[in-house]
């Protein structure tokens, strides 16, 4: 694994981009409407059979970009040995975030995923959810109390659920609604101004 500011994890590009879709939905009824223009000299039989075909074409497309991705449930120890399940934040907007020690962005995205979470425990709606890349308990231990940190941290240390979610660079984060599908993903480091602007659109 290698920690990369810029790279993209093989999973993240598979989820449902809200912003993607919606160019892609456009550029379909971009075409639609110039195929429609084009179709105006044709018999009013060959143009109904025509636009039947794009109705179906454009339901199918929309329905391909609108299909959610359910965020694989889990359940790990966290830093002291309690188990935790992913399943038990459905209902609120999870923040999961993949990370480790050595990672240096890693570590340079803490300050910023503490603050979120402080912000976040006197609410009752989202969740930062951190899980730890297959570490020594007691270096993570040591980590958490140096820099004061409070947020929830998972210990994946059969490297079971970074493979779940294909992770192949950290740090990683996803964003998980209410409803267990997968929002979308940070790719490389990030920080409580974009988290905020995230959870302030979905909430």
């Known amino acids: 694994m290698e920690d990369n500011n810029g790279q993209k994890d093989l999973k993240s590009e598979n989820l449902r981009q809200d912003s993607n879709s919606e160019n892609n939905i456009e550029g379909k009824n971009d075409e639609s409407k110039d195929s429609e223009g084009a179709d ?3 018999e009013s039989g060959e143009n109904e059979l025509n636009d039947d075909e794009e109705v179906k074409d454009e339901n199918k497309s929309s329905e391909e970009n609108n299909e959610k991705i359910i965020a694989p449930d889990f359940t790990l120890e966290d830093i002291n040995g ?3 399940s992913l399943s038990d934040y459905r209902g609120k907007i999870v923040f999961l975030n993949f990370w480790a ?3 240096q962005y890693c570590v340079m995205e803490m300050p910023d995923l503490e603050k979120v979470h402080q912000g976040f425990s006197k ?3 989202a969740v930062i959810l951190t899980v730890n890349s297959d570490e020594d308990p007691e270096k993570v231990k040591k980590f958490i109390k140096d820099n004061n ?3 929830p941290v998972l210990m994946d240390y059969a490297y079971e659920v970074n493979w779940m979610y ?3 660079s950290i740090p990683v984060t996803f964003v998980i ?3 267990g599908s997968v929002y979308g993903a940070i790719p490389g480091m990030t920080n409580k101004d974009t988290l905020l602007n995230i959870y302030e659109s979905i909430k």
């Open 40 to 42: 105006k000299d044709k």
């Open 82 to 84: 309690k188990k935790v």
């Open 101 to 103: 020690t050595w990672c």
């Open 123 to 125: 609410g009752d709606d």
């Open 149 to 151: 940190l409070t947020l």
């Open 166 to 168: 294909g992770i192949s």
């Open 177 to 179: 609604g209410r409803d």
